[in-house]
């Protein structure tokens, strides 16, 4: 049997320079809000509806936002098992 654990992950949208990069990488968790060019979690991963920062993400998608933590020009992704 496989058990499926969860990845809770942040993004310190203070810090984001809206390049992109996560997005591009990993379109299923990462996107970018319209009004401050900054990147967020996609609304159906977000731990709460209003907070664009933390997601807890399902960990099949592990290798997706690993790609895009460890792409993000100012490494402000982080990744923890949950
Ligand atoms: S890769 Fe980093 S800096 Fe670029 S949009 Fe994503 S969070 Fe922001």
């Known amino acids: ?3 499926m654990g969860k990845i809770k992950v942040t993004i310190e949208r203070d810090s984001c320079i809206g390049d992109m990069v996560c997005v591009n990488l ?5 996107e970018m809000n319209p009004e401050d060019g900054k990147s967020q979690i996609v ?15 399902d960990d099949s998608l ?8 460890e792409s ?3 490494s402000i992704i982080k990744l923890e098992k949950a």
């Open 72 to 74: 993000c020009p100012v």
């Open 1 to 3: 049997m496989i058990i």
């Open 62 to 69: 592990e290798e997706c936002v690993k790609s895009a933590a």
């Open 43 to 57: 609304a159906k991963w977000r731990v709460d509806p209003n907070d664009l920062s933390t997601g807890l993400v």
């Open 26 to 30: 990993c379109p299923d968790v990462f």
